[in-house]
């Protein structure tokens, strides 16, 4: 009961703190894909990027799955990217969780933490991070979030805006 009270409160704190702006330049990093190939955030300059750190044994964050794929549905054509970061220490679980749920973009591997701990300071999951144009951290979601939903669509028109 504690304990579930002292998640509770962690989880309360740290919505409270998610909708703020951060004016930090997003760290440059380089993964896998879950095919090897290997992605640059730099890559990505000039598009809004929204940074996904997830794992498969996370129940918060593959419930957040269907509002990402929405997302990338809905922006895959415009200077919008959506990439998520897995955790998983094991390839196989995470590969088998992105062809159950059918997940649209792609899905980096960061098992060793090397983004997610020490570029990021992720410390919960889902963590999400919205990234503008200019490589500035705009905006970090902590837990599940409904990308999908117009008022944060209508975040992303006004983003698209201001190039």
């Known amino acids: 009961m504690i ?3 002292i998640i509770l409160f ?7 703190f998610s909708e703020a702006a951060d004016t930090a330049k997003a760290p ?3 993964l896998p894909d879950t095919n090897g190939i290997t992605h640059r955030f730099s890559d990505y300059r000039g598009k809004i990027v929204l940074i996904n750190f997830w794992a498969s044994w996370c129940r918060e964050c593959v419930l957040e799955i269907p509002s990402l794929n929405s997302l990338h549905e809905k922006f ?3 200077d919008v990217v959506i990439l998520g970061i897995s955790i998983d220490r094991d390839l196989a679980k995470a590969s088998d969780t992105i062809a159950e749920n059918w997940v649209a973009f792609p899905v980096l591997m960061d098992a ?7 570029k990021y300071s992720v410390i919960g999951f889902p963590t999400t991070i919205l990234i503008d144009q200019k490589g500035f951290i705009r905006q970090k ?3 599940r979030h409904d990308f999908s939903s117009s008022g944060f669509i209508e975040k992303i028109n006004n983003m698209l805006k201001e190039k």
Request: charged content about 30%.
């Open 112 to 118: 060793k933490g090397e983004v997610f701990v020490k």
């Open 10 to 16: 962690i989880i309360f704190i740290s919505a409270s």
């Open 28 to 30: 440059d990093f380089e």
């Open 76 to 78: 895959k054509k415009s």
């Open 3 to 5: 304990r579930t009270i």
């Open 141 to 143: 979601f902590i837990g």
